[in-house]
């Protein structure tokens, strides 16, 4: 089965930073990198419980899960599954406060 996608403005622009950061050494690597996150994308898609959780103390995040982006095991994807959809939540480098950077997204209003 094959869930449906969605991906977060926020990992979007995570890619990007990624990548232009990357860039700014070799283009060439950049571009492998926006290919690997695509890979990995597809693969979260199609088995997304396949990867372990990843639990933070937050309602909105339960059942939250990583899996490291395809030959950058540094960049991790963080995301939900619900309901036959995966959401993207972020993709961060793990040397990143990861749970801080997280939970800004889920501050409650």
């Known amino acids: ?6 991906i977060r403005p926020a990992a979007d622009a ?7 950061f990357i860039a700014q050494d ?3 690597a950049a571009l492998r990198f926006y290919n690997a996150v695509d890979r ?3 693969q979260i898609q199609e088995h997304p419980e396949r990867w372990p959780r990843y639990d ?12 490291s982006v395809v030959r950058y095991k ?22 990143r406060d990861i749970p801080a950077v997280i939970a800004e997204d889920f501050v409650e209003e």
């Open 1 to 6: 089965m094959k869930f449906n996608l969605r």
């Open 14 to 20: 995570d890619v990007d930073d990624a990548a232009l």
């Open 26 to 28: 070799n283009l060439e």
């Open 40 to 42: 990995t994308y597809r």
């Open 56 to 67: 933070l103390d937050h309602p909105q995040l339960a059942g939250l899960r990583k899996r």
């Open 74 to 95: 540094n960049y991790l994807v963080f995301y939900l599954v619900d309901n036959g959809s995966v959401e993207i939540i972020r993709v961060l480098h793990g040397a």
